[in-house]
């Protein structure tokens, strides 16, 4: 840690919004909270198993606005608050380098909002260029950007920075304070504290990011005590489970707005410390109202409702709905179709994004909650087996791999666009084919199960479990590393650590030694038959026409759970473990058996309550 960074640290943090202390404070105030949108202009099936409303078109920008609209006229004292995760994860998204997100939602006129990891993805001047002010200059968004945790490197942390003049500052402001209604509101924001894992190792070059715990002890006195704000809220993309732990070892906060994890509150999770955390899924198929009461200067009491958005529940709003058709023109078929250049790798898009470029017979996605009889999303997905079949079938190799991503869409049986596929592949990886050893592949299954399943929350690796095409394996969540998966399968012969296996996976022009970010040999990278750059969407589009009926069934169910994943602890469903998954008490220190009884206390508590 450096000696700037410290310093910035310990000395008072910069206000946004500056205002006179004033005396305890009492009224009511609306929290409206979106999050984790991933580019979702359009609205897209909900095919989750076990949910009510399974098979209604879910979410779009105008049924989301539609919502917001109602709560205001509602509840007129409010503040509309994002957390992350916005600008990736649709083709719009991509060709634009995000501002076909900021043309829409500076409509919404959204008060706050905290980036996400993949809210870097197009590198640090263009997040400067989205989000930040800087000599003068607005930022493209109109909301104001808060990231207690987010710095210029230093020269010590990387010699070669662009931004030298700005080392150890931060590059948004840490936190704001508004108010509303006779309430003084204090806004902490934090980022996710990693980049983008899946794509360029450079995309954060100038930038740093710390854990963030730092600067939230340091906050909460300041705006506690010093600032005297009588609602403190903190906007974070660190994750639920993350946000949890965060909020019970530095009580203060008094409402969480959380993204990262896809995680679906429709019960308000309730902190040791008395933080209320919420988080509203994905791609906009939620919107949370908390609507809050504070007398004297504390939080008195509060309600929270979970909206979610369907053609059913809600009318697209007519400008939101006007605004984007004009976005979409350029992309989907019609007279007004141009051609547009992929940012991340220079491929040239030149078919409208809705062509429908195959079928598939069984719903494709990633989204089933941790206790589904069949595919919980934190190990295995029918959208990620398709994907790695299609990089498999692409080069005719053993297996075929893909980073387990949070993000996606859900496809229902029946046509698949191109668009669709660049939901799950909107950040400009091509195709490669190579060899890596049996031994890598086996650690690759362990590293992945670590870094999803741990019960130490800050390693999870911001990912779920890889997919493989041609492996399967038997997994026990509750085994220490190195032992969890077993009998491995290569194409139904028993895994051999010795064996080099042809393997195809994503590729980068800054790791050409690669596949999936793991080192491989005789690597060659699939190009166009006059050598240009195939991006990876177009090698699933060519692997379902090679197809019979160009319609995919993928084989489901590849990873074998041999004990169920762990039970909720806060009366939602949960996608990911919010504990993890405890390992056996006999290989944890004293320290860790004591955290960890404590937290099961926590959940049996939680379960007798259900």
């Known amino acids: 840690m450096t000696l700037t960074r410290t310093l910035l640290r310990n000395l008072a943090l ?10 305890a404070g009492d009224g009511e105030v609306t929290l409206i909270h979106i999050g984790d949108l991933h580019g979702h202009l359009v609205p897209r099936p909900n095919m989750r198993d076990g949910d ?51 043309d829409i939602l500076n409509l919404f006129e959204i008060d706050a909002f905290a980036p996400g990891n993949w809210d870097f993805l197009y590198g640090p001047e263009r997040f400067r260029e989205l989000f930040a002010e800087v000599d003068g200059r607005k930022p493209m968004f109109n909301w104001q950007t808060l990231s207690a945790n987010l710095y210029y490197a230093t020269l010590y942390e990387f010699p070669e920075t662009p931004y030298a003049k700005q080392a150890g500052q931060r590059v948004v402001p840490p936190y704001m304070i508004k108010e509303i209604n006779g309430v003084r509101i204090g806004i902490i924001g934090l980022t996710a504290d990693r980049g983008p894992q899946a794509v360029s190792t450079r995309v954060m070059d100038g930038f740093y990011l710390t854990p963030g715990e730092e600067e939230l002890q340091a906050a909460i006195p300041k705006l506690r005590n010093e600032e005297k704000v009588d609602l403190l809220v903190l906007i974070s993309e660190r994750g639920l489970a993350a946000n949890l732990e965060l909020v019970e070892t530095w009580p203060g906060i008094d409402v969480v707005l959380s993204s990262d994890m896809h995680e679906e509150t429709w019960k308000v999770v309730e902190a040791k410390s008395g933080t209320l955390l919420v988080e509203e899924g994905q791609d906009g198929t939620m919107v949370g109202e908390m609507n809050l009461t504070v007398r004297n200067g504390k939080l008195a009491s509060w309600d929270f409702k979970a909206h979610r958005i369907t053609v059913e529940n809600n009318q697209p709003d007519p400008m939101i709905a006007a605004r984007v058709e004009e976005i979409r023109k350029t992309f989907v078929k019609g007279a007004e179709f141009v051609p547009h250049v992929n940012p991340m790798n220079g491929y040239v898009l030149r078919a409208p994004i809705d062509t429908t470029i195959g079928y598939t017979r069984k719903a494709l996605h990633r989204s089933n909650y941790a206790d589904a009889k069949s595919l ?20 005719e190799s053993d297996i075929g791999l893909i980073r387990g991503f949070r993000y996606g869409t859900h496809i229902a049986p029946g046509p698949i666009k191109l668009e669709d596929i660049y939901h799950y592949i909107p950040i400009g990886p091509q195709i490669a084919c190579g060899l890596i050893s049996g031994d890598d592949l086996r650690l690759m299954i362990e590293n992945g199960a670590q870094g999803s399943l741990t019960s130490i929350v800050g390693y999870w690796g911001g990912g779920w479990l890889l997919a493989f095409s041609g492996i399967t394996y038997d997994l026990d969540p509750y085994n220490q590393w190195g032992f969890r998966a077993s009998n491995i399968r290569v194409n139904n012969e028993a895994l051999d650590p010795e064996r080099y296996y042809t393997v ?61 994943l762990p039970p909720p602890i806060a009366g939602n469903r949960e996608i990911q473990p919010l504990g993890g998954a405890p390992r056996p008490e006999y290989l944890l220190a004293d320290e860790d058996i004591k955290r960890l009884a404590k937290r099961r206390t926590t959940q049996n508590t939680a379960h007798g309550d259900q």
């Open 376 to 395: 919980p999303a934190v190990i295995e997905g029918s959208s990620h087996d398709f994907l790695a079949d299609a990089f498999r079938g692409a080069c």
């Open 14 to 23: 910069p206000l946004v919004l500056f205002a006179s202390a004033a005396s």
């Open 504 to 564: 195809a996976g994503y590729w980068y022009l800054d790791l050409p030694g690669k596949i999936n970010r793991s080192r491989a040999l005789e690597i060659k990278v699939l190009k166009d038959r006059f050598g240009g750059i195939v991006d990876a969407t177009a090698v699933v589009a060519y692997y379902l026409q090679t197809l019979p009926g160009h319609t995919v069934d993928p084989e489901l169910n590849r990873i074998n759970l041999l004990k169920p």
């Open 52 to 102: 009510d409303d399974r098979g209604v078109m879910s979410g779009g920008l105008a049924y989301v606005y539609d919502q917001i609209k109602k709560i205001r006229s509602e509840h007129p004292d409010n503040l509309l608050v994002n957390t992350g995760d916005t600008i990736q994860g649709s083709a719009e998204a991509l060709y634009s380098r995000g501002k076909a997100m900021a």
